[in-house]
């Protein structure tokens, strides 16, 4: 979903979009431990193709931690 509303497909695939006020947040679920064995490459497209979006988040079983070069948001899975 564009900020016009519409609908968009990308070569690549988001777990879930949260609208917030007019913002977006991509959210993709990992089952992965460590961050090194995640792929963020979906995250990253749709960040950059989404000025909305201000960060995305992955949702994993490691330790909280914020990627500032990518605005990506690694947290815990029990913690949400």
């Known amino acids: 979903i564009d900020a016009t509303k519409n609908l968009r497909f990308l070569p690549c695939d988001i777990d879930f979009v949260i609208t917030y006020g007019h913002r977006m947040i991509p959210i993709e679920v ?35 931690y914020f990627r500032t070069k990518e605005n990506i948001l690694f947290w815990p899975f029990w913690m949400v």
Not at 43 to 58: C, D, E, Q, Y
């Open 30 to 64: 990992n089952h992965a431990g460590e961050i090194t064995s995640i792929d963020t490459q979906a995250l990253r497209t749709f960040l950059k193709n989404n000025p909305t979006a201000p960060f995305g988040i992955v949702l994993y079983q490691g330790a909280p």
